[in-house]
């Protein structure tokens, strides 16, 4: 089992930049994929990014391509999500999770352990 805890959400107005991090404890996560997903009020939790273990394969929602950046560090048990040029549409909580298969997906079914979540609020 691992646990995953977020951190780094918070309030930003339009344009801005926030740093998630997500660190996990417990079972390694450095042979899984390690992904990010959000949900916003009244909706579904969504994919936002994905990353597999060595960091060579990485995919985006279209919706957060070219703005977000998904990245890794084994040694620390830490994955990361740099959100930049950030837009009231962005405004979610974001959750960590652990990809339950060994490729790149974008399906949330296919991830476990999520992490509780940081409130990313985007002011316009």
């Known amino acids: 089992q691992v646990q995953l805890v977020e951190s780094g959400g918070g309030l930003v107005q339009a344009g801005g930049s926030l740093r998630l991090s997500c660190v996990a404890s417990?079972?390694?996560?450095?042979?899984?994929?390690m992904g990010w997903c959000r949900q916003a009020p009244g909706e579904e939790r969504e994919f936002v990014a994905v990353?597999?273990?060595?960091?060579?394969?990485?995919d985006y929602a279209d919706s957060v391509k070219g703005r977000f950046t998904i990245a890794r560090d084994n040694a620390k048990n830490i994955v990361y999500l740099q959100m930049n040029s950030l837009k009231p549409g962005d405004t979610a909580v974001y959750y960590c999770?652990?990809?339950?298969?060994?490729?790149?997906?974008?399906?949330?079914?296919?991830?476990?352990?999520w992490g509780q979540g940081t409130q990313v609020t985007v002011s316009s």
């Open positions: 990353i597999s273990w060595t960091g060579s394969i990485i």
């Open positions: 417990g079972r390694t996560f450095s042979s899984f994929f």
């Open positions: 999770a652990r990809s339950r298969v060994p490729y790149s997906t974008r399906r949330r079914a296919d991830f476990g352990s």
